[in-house]
């Protein structure tokens, strides 16, 4: 371990993640506020401090946050004189865990549609059924926002792989630039509450809750976002009259694309079918669908040949890897955490300043907000929600609730200056200035946080489905 981040350190040098003038304001920053920090607390505690300050310093080099957390894990176990044996043990508890394979096989799954050509096909058939409508464009390009994010787990990946898409296809439904940049960034995390997406699976194994009751707490939550984006997007475009010609309804072409989408029409049924229907377990419907994915692409669609396999499978190991392996430390550091009873404390303190249920969630959006745009979402959940879980049950708040809750904020966090990940990759997808796509999707982060709201306040519209079911 002390070898690993040695290594993590020496990339660090050579591989610096900003420019060194950036680098060394920030660097002088942090150790300014780590000697403040150093001055106040007890002279016992000072080499475990000394090395946490020397910690964050790292993080502003732009340190992994494995290595962050992992490193934070050492020095705090160390400092209590408890075996640092306990963190590979910690790492190795998580590896055991029964639904862990659901990860990596449902993201498999997502790799593989997204290599071959899921992505036009679902855009043909949505557009043929529905463009004809003053909506259409606006629902193909939430629908396949929704289903392409619900899939691969990540809305940056949404952004990235159908922006080109959709783009000049509401730019030909008469669509302003500027408008068709706004709705594809502003609706790219609207697929994180639908299942099986990756974060409803992370967060059920974090929080210890069902995965199949996070399925169905995220469907109302989730189409009530879509039906507001694919409203205000409505309600900016041009009128019929001014639109082009060749939106009409083409019954022979909506049935083509029905045949030709058929296939992965039915992931759904494949995924959730077997989950619900009690006939398999979330990892066993992972592996079936991923199973699904990989034969269609390549024996029915052939978008892609075997050939291309271990490459798909390498590059999903990877991403699947680093959430492991951040799960693996914050594991480790939440232990920690737990031990020292902090969690307990924080709920304590909150409770004590903090009467109002309302009160306290309307701060939850906020802490929430600011997370979401500092931090990805896998990191995010790792880090955040082992100490919010206790706070939420302390305030009558069901842990399913908090969860959609919670990843709603995300996505709006993405969606929030200066640090908003989609925004960032819009801009670089697109090649406009920050502050053009921010302009473009500024009415989509009102229009969800107006949607969060709703979700945070009327927690019957995430409960109805999964009490409906049992749970």
Known sequence: MVLGFL?????????????WPVRLGAV???LALAGCVLRVLPESSTPVNLLLALLVITGVLGAPIFALLGGAAVFLFWGAYTPLATIALSHYSLSTNPTIPALPLFTLAG????????????????????????AGPAIVTVGACGFFTSLTGASGVTILALGGLLVPFLTGARYSERQAIGLVTG??????????????????????????????????PGLLLALICVTWATRVRPAASEQKRGWGFDGREALRALNEAKWELLIPVVSLGGIFSGLATPVEAAAVTALYALLIEVLVYRDFSYRAIPRIARECGLLIGGVLLILGVAQAFTNYLVDAQVPAQLVDFVTANVSSKLVFIALLTVVLLLVGCMMDVFSAI??????????????????????????????????TPPVGMNLFLASYRFGKPMSEVLRAAQPYFWLQLAAVLIISYWPTLTLALPRLFGF
């Open 382 to 415: 790792i880090v955040v929600v082992p100490l919010i879980v206790p706070l939420g049950e302390a305030f009558g708040i069901d842990p399913v609730h908090l969860g959609i809750l919670f990843l709603a904020n995300l996505g709006l966090g993405f969606l």
């Open 7 to 19: 290594a993590v350190g020496v990339r660090l040098l050579l591989h610096p993640a900003h420019a």
């Open 187 to 220: 609706t790219g995390s609207v697929g994180m509450l639908f299942a099986p997406c990756l974060p409803l699976i992370l967060y059920a194994i974090i929080a210890q809750v069902e995965i199949k009751a996070m399925f169905l707490g995220g469907v109302g």
């Open 28 to 30: 002088i920053i942090a």
């Open 111 to 134: 790799y593989f549609l997204a290599e071959g050509g899921t992505s036009e096909r679902m855009i043909r058939l949505i557009r043929a059924t529905v463009g004809n409508l003053r």
